[in-house]
């Protein structure tokens, strides 16, 4: 069974920067889109950034100019730069993979903390 998992999380005071990675531990065919959501306390998981198919990205507006998605397709990689982070950043960040057979895959999740 293939899994994805996510790393790089960790507690950082505002304005510092992170970088989130996730990988397939297996082989994943016809992958559609690639991206991260995050789940704050007592919020329902939301979008943050996903990367296309086509390598076209899509950014919720609180984390634009901010964030960047990246993919290295040939290794099912995908990437979020973070920089500028804030308080309102904080929770934990699922990676997903959108494909043809098996649906969404997810990931465990990492923890981002970051202090004011």
């Known amino acids: 069974q293939v899994q994805l998992v996510e790393s790089g999380g960790g507690l950082v005071q505002a304005g510092g920067s992170l970088r989130l990675s996730c990988a397939a531990s297996?082989?994943?065919?016809?992958?559609?889109?690639m991206g991260w959501y995050r789940q704050a306390p007592g919020k329902q998981r939301e979008l943050v950034a996903r990367?296309?198919?086509?390598?076209?990205?899509d950014y919720a507006d609180t984390v634009k100019g901010r964030f960047t998605v990246s993919r290295d397709i040939a290794k099912m990689t995908v990437a979020l730069q973070m920089n500028v982070l804030k308080h309102k950043d904080t929770g934990v960040y699922y990676c997903?993979?959108?494909?043809?057979?098996?649906?969404?895959?997810w990931g465990q999740g990492t923890q981002v903390t970051v202090s004011s």
């Open positions: 990367i296309s198919g086509g390598g076209g990205a």
């Open positions: 297996g082989s994943i065919f016809g992958i559609n889109a």
């Open positions: 997903c993979y959108s494909t043809i057979r098996r649906g969404s895959l």
